[in-house]
């Protein structure tokens, strides 16, 4: 499990930069969804 806290804004399109430590634990599909207390919460897609 990863947590943590970090502060990164959307830009124009839309998009929020996942760091890369992240995404080497994430793979190559992953969730991102809202959360609560404005966060967002990130599932890997396992199996799929």
Known sequence: MLM???V???D???R???P???RKE???KFVVTR???EC???YPMVGI
Do not use: C, Q, R
Request: glycine residues 16%; aromatic residues 12%.
């Open 4 to 6: 943590g806290e970090y």
């Open 8 to 10: 990164h804004a959307m």
């Open 12 to 14: 124009k399109k839309g």
């Open 16 to 18: 929020v930069i996942i």
């Open 20 to 22: 890369s430590k992240f």
């Open 26 to 28: 994430l793979g190559n």
């Open 35 to 37: 959360g609560l207390d």
């Open 40 to 42: 967002l919460f990130i």
